[in-house]
């Protein structure tokens, strides 16, 4: 077997990734030192309600791929079995379950609000392969089933360590043979500077502590607001760093504030700490899911030389001093049960064969500029531009096209598209439905999708879910007009009958970004709405 490893390719920047959380409600132990008991912990989520929605990182297409970068052999996403632990109103596994009919997705959450809501929009939607219950994670034991892949975010950190350990004890239990556990969680150093922060609301709140969560915040919100204004006001401050800490928590949204600072637990831990906990239950760590946090190939060589020497040979140090350099203060990490943990590969290479079965797409805010005067690299410019997944074969077909009986490097395409996935910049996925563009009297929209769509536009689902895509990214919510063509769409039909139903019977209202009201023509709306139909994977071929 052939293998890739990115050692000798040294690039000249880095992309910082943005850290993105979700919390859900949780089961917390009581313990004899006045930790809240479980109903305290129920009542502060069902009080205030976090956000739930799509985190592309848990999507199971991306989980399978990445695993099999390292090694591994999961199951396949198409038919794979998917537990979340925390999963709020279901907004992370909903859309994953519209994409993926023959799989089957169970989410359980301490709190019966949250989950009465979720299955309210899931029966909506008619969805029959996801279902959410409502389920302290303390009582979850082996008879709970087997789950192919194992989704815990934005949970790990915020309970305690009994709760910690229940969790490890499930991905042990729990997994299939070759499956796969992904947990988040806040990881030093990055998160020493935000304790601080964390410990100062706690202060400024210390007289109100048995008040509502709500309360709480916004007393710890009030003196971080104050100490902002002083530090801003005298620059005589040193402050230690801390204006810019605190804006970045002022410019979040309220909920995720209370959830992430205000909450009893929040736990950051070094990665090392993490993996040899996660060793105690059994459990072989895989690595990360953002592959830059645990590569250093992409490194400049003299900096990824040294953290090598100083690791020596130990690829948990590797790390260690990787989140040291960069100070990273969130993690998402990959586990598999101990058995299979020898077939992990820790040397950074990938095997040539997995690269180029892969799907590669452009991340979603990213951008990557090529040399322009790279004829091979053009080959990966000019297939990127159409949005959808690409694969190796892709590339050498389009220079191929374009450049007859040139001879071209095809391993380079391979290592390209390896640092551009380490680096952040490509989304990879294990399989790719491609994109289906109308014609007519051919395509058609299932109804499971009119289903989804008439959720948010008919029964309010967008007030505790957002609406993703099939990589599990969040997207625009649907207009009605959207419904309309979608219901019109339950058999094949030509473009023209669309235009005249719409023109006929809807009245189109567009407005611009800085208010200006227009009606565009029936024949431009459509010609909209089927492309973006296309671009969620909703349009398929009645052949």
């Known amino acids: 077997m052939n293998w890739l490893n990115l050692r000798a390719i040294v690039p000249s920047d880095k992309q910082n990734m943005p850290n993105k959380k979700k919390k859900a409600a949780f089961a917390r132990a009581a313990t004899e030192n006045g930790v809240p008991d479980v109903s305290n912990i129920k009542n502060s989520y069902d009080d205030l309600m976090y956000e739930s929605k799509a985190f592309s990182q848990t999507a199971i297409n991306a989980l399978e791929a990445r695993a099999r970068m390292m090694g591994l052999q999961p199951a396949p996403a198409a038919n794979a079995k998917v537990l979340e632990l925390g999963c709020s109103m279901g907004g992370n596994i909903i859309t994953q379950a519209l ?34 219950e409502e389920k302290d994670i303390l009582t979850v034991d082996e008879s709970f089933g087997k789950f192919d892949y194992i989704i815990v975010h934005g949970i790990w950190s915020w309970v305690p360590d009994a709760v910690k350990d229940k969790i490890f004890s499930i991905c042990r239990n729990n997994l299939t043979e070759h499956g796969i556990a992904y947990i988040s969680y806040n990881v030093y150093p990055g998160w020493k500077r935000q304790e601080q922060l964390r410990e100062i609301m706690y202060f400024a709140g210390r007289d109100v502590l048995e008040e509502p969560l709500e309360a709480r915040t916004r007393k710890g919100l009030d003196a971080l607001k104050a100490l902002a204004e002083i530090l801003e006001n005298d620059k005589g401050l040193d402050g230690g760093g801390k204006l810019p800490a605190i804006q970045k928590i002022l410019n979040h949204n309220f909920y995720y504030i209370a959830h992430e600072y205000m909450e009893a637990f929040n736990d950051p831990i070094y990665v090392n700490g993490f993996i040899e906990w996660a060793n105690r239950h059994r459990l072989a760590y895989i690595g990360d899911a953002d592959l830059h946090a645990s590569f250093v190939s992409w490194m400049a060589e003299h900096t990824r030389e040294r953290i090598l020497a ?217 010609e909209e709405i089927l492309a973006d139909l296309a671009d969620r994977h909703f349009l398929v071929s009645a052949d």
């Open 310 to 526: 100083l690791a020596g040979g130990d690829y948990i140090a590797k790390e260690f001093y990787s989140d040291i350099l960069s100070d990273r203060q969130f993690r998402r990490s990959l586990l598999c049960r101990e058995e299979v943990g020898d077939t992990v590969r820790r040397d950074e290479s990938v095997a040539v064969e997995v690269i180029e079965s892969l799907n590669f797409r452009p991340a979603r805010g990213e951008t990557i500029n090529f040399d322009e005067n790279d004829t091979l690299l053009s080959g990966i410019r000019d297939v990127m531009k159409t949005g959808e997944p690409f694969k190796t074969e892709d590339v050498a077909e389009n220079l191929a096209r374009r450049f007859p009986g040139l001879t071209f490097d095809r391993m380079k395409i391979n290592s390209q598209l390896l640092l551009q996935t380490i680096l952040g910049r490509f989304s990879v996925s294990s399989d790719n439905a491609g994109k289906q563009f109308f014609e007519d009297h051919k395509t058609y929209v299932p109804a499971r999708f009119t289903d989804y769509a008439a959720a948010f536009v008919e029964h309010g689902a967008e007030a505790f879910v957002r609406p993703a895509n099939r990589y599990n990214e969040s997207t625009p919510s649907f207009g009605y007009g959207h419904l309309y063509i979608m219901r019109q769409l339950s058999r094949p039909t030509s473009k023209q009958a669309l235009i005249e139903t719409v023109a006929e019977n809807l009245n189109i209202v567009s407005t611009t970004p800085d208010g200006l009201t227009f009606h565009p023509p029936a024949e431009v709306y459509v």
């Open 99 to 132: 994409y993926y009919p023959d799989a089957e997705f169970v989410g359980i959450d301490l709190s019966g609000r949250q989950v009465a809501q979720g299955n309210a929009i899931i029966e909506k939607m008619g969805l029959k392969n996801v279902r959410l």
